[in-house]
């Protein structure tokens, strides 16, 4: 029987941990971790995502602050808004919750964030330290699925690994992550050649395309772990209805790997989970506080 990778069970163990943590440290720093997010416009999914980011901070003791701008708003106006989070003592993360509408320069306000409050770990000085395989903020979904896998003792090291996506969010700096701990990885995109056949090689196959069911057991070498980075909401036969599905057709895939990641319940709470840690790791260095949780972080 195939292992699931219980995205969900973990970030519950790791959200006790990080509760505790900051309960414990809470006196010494003499406040709790503060987290920022910005929503710019209507978007309804970024709007459900920013919620739930929000009700993770209160279960742990994390205080967010939410910042939902209108579109009406200029580039230079969100800006200074993140100068002013910058500066502030009570914010150790500040976080833009993507996408943002066209309008707005994306790279730009996150190059304006603090590095050391980056908690997306998706600025120009992070992404940098990656590269370099220095210590720093690591983004969210890949440090998400690194935990994972680690959860169930799934080696990395030496491993063939294959990458479907090169997206500045998940794809590149998953595969950097995965190169720093010694996989051997190939990342592949849009444009490459015979994915079938780069796919089946794999020991360890990541599907970050955004595709909805790509993949199915044709990519799959048997007993490769397979990981569904991909999240979408289909319509289903009954009209009111909608299903969430990722880019792996998961029902023919299951039977012929050793282990999978379900879609819900997979990456997605994981990539949660990795905001709380990344947050209070912010906290942790801005008071010399314990550095117990930094396991957490790849
Ligand atoms: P993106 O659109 O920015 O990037 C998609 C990448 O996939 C691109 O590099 C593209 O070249 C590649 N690609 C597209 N079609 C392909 C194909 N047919 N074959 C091979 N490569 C292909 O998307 P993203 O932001 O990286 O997100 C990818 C998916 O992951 C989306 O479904 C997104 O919703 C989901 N996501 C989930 C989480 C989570 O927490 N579960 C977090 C981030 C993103």
């Known amino acids: 029987m195939s292992l699931k990778l219980d995205g969900k069970k973990l970030s519950l163990e790791i959200e006790e941990k990080l509760k505790n943590y900051i309960s414990f440290n809470e006196r010494m720093a003499k406040r709790r971790p503060g987290l920022a ?22 279960r742990i003791g994390i205080k967010s602050y939410i910042y939902n701008l209108k579109d009406t708003v200029d580039q230079k106006e969100v800006e200074q ?42 600025n120009e000085h992070n992404i940098g330290k ?8 690591r983004s969210c979904t890949p440090a998400g699925i690194i935990n994972l896998l680690r959860s169930q003792n799934i080696r990395i090291e030496g491993k063939k690994i294959v990458v479907i996506g090169r997206s500045l969010l998940v794809g590149k700096p ?22 079938i056949d780069i796919c ?6 990541i599907a970050a395309a955004g595709k909805p ?63 709380l840690v990344n947050t209070i790791i912010s906290w942790q260095k801005q008071f010399g506080l314990s550095s117990t949780l930094n396991d957490l972080v790849p």
Not at 39 to 56: L, T
Not at 130 to 137: F, G, Q
Not at 181 to 190: A, E, R, Y
């Open 37 to 58: 997010v910005i929503r710019i416009g209507e978007d309804p999914a970024s709007g459900v995502y920013v919620k739930n980011k929000e009700k993770a901070c209160s």
């Open 81 to 122: 808004l993140i100068n002013k989070l910058n500066l502030d003592k009570n914010i150790d993360g500040i976080l833009l919750q993507l996408p943002i509408p066209n309008k707005f320069h994306d790279q730009r306000l996150i190059s304006n964030i603090n590095p050391s409050k980056d908690v997306d770990g998706l």
């Open 130 to 137: 990656l590269v370099k395989n220095e210590d720093a903020m």
């Open 174 to 195: 998953l595969s950097l992550m995965l190169l720093n701990l010694n996989g051997t990885v190939t990342m592949t995109h849009s444009k490459t050649k015979n994915l």
């Open 200 to 205: 089946k090689e794999a020991d360890i196959l």
């Open 213 to 275: 069911n790509l993949i199915n057991s044709s990519f799959v070498k048997e007993g490769a772990v397979i990981i569904d980075v991909g999240i979408h909401r289909l319509k289903t036969d009954d009209e009111n209805k909608t299903r969430l599905c990722g880019d792996v057709l998961l029902e023919d895939v299951i039977p012929k790997v050793f282990a999978y990641t379900p879609v819900p319940g997979g990456v997605g709470p994981m990539t949660v989970t990795m905001l």
